[in-house]
């Protein structure tokens, strides 16, 4: 026989093909040998040793079908043993009556009739004449009681599927006790159940669930109370912007009752609303422009004096301190902006750094006209101070900070609080500008005092008004 290929086909193709028992599913081998008294898998001398995941997994299955107990082999793993199946199958034939045997079977036989959903569909179906033998000879190998009702059925079901159960969150969608999700390929009012027959689907990715059980949580507590445990969740509320709580019985990994509120761990609080304020940024609680404002008189401040530089990591310490005692951003958004996060900030100095601080990097500054003005500090830019040009009547030489090292950028504004002239020389805009500008101000604005020397005059407290 002569097979072509494509040469790209070909190069991609491994040199040899992986082993069969690199592929298969374990459990079954896994039983045998241990009925035959060979121990575990591992104890047999291969030619070609299974991987150590498939062996575990093997292992791990047969004790939670209660096959396998502190590595030996249980009364119910000997009559698993005995039965010509899978093993999750043999753990559903010897616990659920003939209706459990004819059902394992069945699925053994890998026979689906069409439109089956709730597996105990299969036991009302036509049966191939193989599957006949098939449940024959199971019911042969574990002669079952009889009258089993359908509760005790699904029980078994459960007891071969433990690692299987799902809950329905919403629509087809399904959530896996193992983690993961997955869709059901029918409609059911079904909230538990268990996934019996699941397709794996790599071109969409999300697996189908074809044939499945309805459970009671009930049995969740019956049959595997170790598995279950209560939890208490801090949990973050996207929408509401909040920590909330949420209580949960929980199976594996599987949540199966809910219900939220609740005291909230002030700790565990405080730490997630914290993470969540962080990843938002400071500037979700407090003006953008007015914390960048503070950090660059803060850095202003320590180019001229030794003081520290306060960076995002400050800002970000400081924002999860005025977390503490708070539960969402609506309550995060009120102490920031009323100065809590700022005046953290500046609490970060020690009280000579705090005076050193408003000496050398004053935020007012009051001129001659009684007003207090806002000095303005931005990176890369000298301080600067803006108000009316009549304020700064009586003034001769410019503001200074940093101890008289730096002189303000004075932005003189007009009556229309448009700006008439920026200058860091007072004393040179009164004798060289000022004469032109007076000129033209005052046609304009003739209610507003304008002296011949403001350098000396006294600043207009109020607008001049004529009569």
């Given at each position: 026989v002569i097979r072509l290929y494509p040469e790209e086909d070909f190069l991609r193709r491994p040199e040899h093909d992986e082993p069969e028992i690199a592929r298969r599913e374990l459990s079954e081998a896994a039983l045998m040998a241990r009925a035959l008294g060979l121990g575990s898998l591992r104890d047999i001398e291969w030619l070609e040793a299974p991987p150590e995941a498939s062996v575990r997994a093997a292992e791990e299955l047969l004790e939670r079908l209660g096959a396998v107990r502190d590595g030996k082999l249980t009364e119910t793993g000997r009559r698993m043993a005995a039965v010509p199946l899978a093993p999750r199958l043999a753990r559903l034939a010897i616990g659920g009556g003939e209706d459990g045997c004819a059902l394992a079977a069945i699925l053994g036989s890998g026979e689906r009739p069409a439109g089956a959903c709730d597996v105990l569909e299969l036991l009302d179906a036509e049966r191939r004449p193989f599957t006949r033998q098939l449940v024959a000879s199971v019911r042969a190998a574990v002669r079952p009681t009889k009258g089993k009702s359908d509760t005790a059925v699904r029980q078994a079901i459960l007891l071969a599927f433990p690692d299987r159960v799902a809950r329905r969150r919403s629509g087809d969608e399904l959530l896996l006790a193992g983690g993961g999700s997955a869709r059901l390929a029918f409609s059911t009012p079904a909230k538990l159940l268990v996934a019996v027959d699941i397709e794996e689907r790599r071109e969409k990715g999300t697996p189908l669930v074809r044939l499945a059980s309805p459970i009671e949580a009930e049995w969740?507590?019956?049959?595997?109370?170790?598995?279950?445990?209560?939890?208490?969740?801090?949990?973050?509320?996207?929408?509401?912007?909040?920590?909330?709580?949420?209580?949960?019985?929980?199976?594996?990994?599987?949540?199966?009752?809910?219900?939220?509120?609740?005291?909230?761990?002030?700790?565990?609080?405080?730490?997630?609303?914290?993470?969540?304020?962080?990843?938002?940024?400071?500037?979700?609680?407090?003006?953008?422009?007015?914390?960048?404002?503070?950090?660059?008189?803060?850095?202003?401040?320590?180019?001229?004096?030794?003081?520290?530089?306060?960076?995002?990591?400050?800002?970000?310490?400081?924002?999860?301190?005025?977390?503490?005692?708070?539960?969402?951003?609506?309550?995060?958004?009120?102490?920031?902006?009323?100065?809590?996060?700022?005046?953290?900030?500046?609490?970060?100095?020690?009280?000579?750094?705090?005076?050193?601080?408003?000496?050398?990097?004053?935020?007012?500054?009051?001129?001659?006209?009684?007003?207090?003005?806002?000095?303005?500090?931005?990176?890369?830019?000298?301080?600067?101070?803006?108000?009316?040009?009549?304020?700064?009547?009586?003034?001769?030489?410019?503001?200074?900070?940093?101890?008289?090292?730096?002189?303000?950028?004075?932005?003189?504004?007009?009556?229309?609080?448009?700006?008439?002239?920026?200058?860091?020389?007072?004393?040179?805009?009164?004798?060289?500008?000022?004469?032109?500008?007076?000129?033209?101000?005052?046609?304009?604005?003739?209610?507003?005092?304008?002296?011949?020397?403001?350098?000396?005059?006294?600043?207009e407290q109020t607008p001049r008004r004529s009569r």
């Open positions: 969740l507590l019956d049959f595997y109370p170790e598995r279950m445990r209560d939890e208490t969740r801090v949990e973050w509320n996207r929408s509401g912007e909040r920590v909330e709580t949420s209580s949960a019985l929980v199976y594996d990994d599987l949540v199966i009752e809910e219900s939220r509120g609740g005291a909230v761990d002030e700790g565990e609080a405080t730490r997630m609303l914290a993470e969540k304020a962080i990843e938002a940024g400071a500037g979700r609680f407090v003006d953008p422009d007015e914390l960048e404002e503070f950090l660059a008189r803060v850095e202003f401040a320590a180019l001229h004096a030794a003081l520290p530089r306060f960076g995002q990591p400050e800002v970000n310490e400081e924002l999860a301190g005025l977390c503490r005692g708070l539960r969402s951003f609506a309550q995060l958004e009120v102490a920031a902006r009323e100065g809590g996060l700022t005046g953290r900030l500046e609490r970060r100095f020690t009280p000579e750094q705090r005076r050193l601080f408003e000496e050398v990097a004053p935020d007012r500054l009051r001129l001659p006209s009684g007003r207090n003005a806002r000095i303005r500090y931005a990176r890369g830019q000298a301080p600067w101070v803006a108000s009316r040009l009549q304020d700064f009547f009586g003034m001769r030489e410019s503001p200074r900070v940093a101890r008289g090292a730096v002189p303000l950028v004075a932005h003189l504004l007009a009556p229309n609080q448009r700006p008439v002239q920026m200058t860091t020389d007072l004393a040179g805009f009164w004798t060289r500008l000022y004469p032109q500008v007076r000129r033209e101000l005052s046609r304009r604005y003739p209610r507003h005092a304008w002296p011949e020397t403001p350098g000396r005059a006294e600043s």
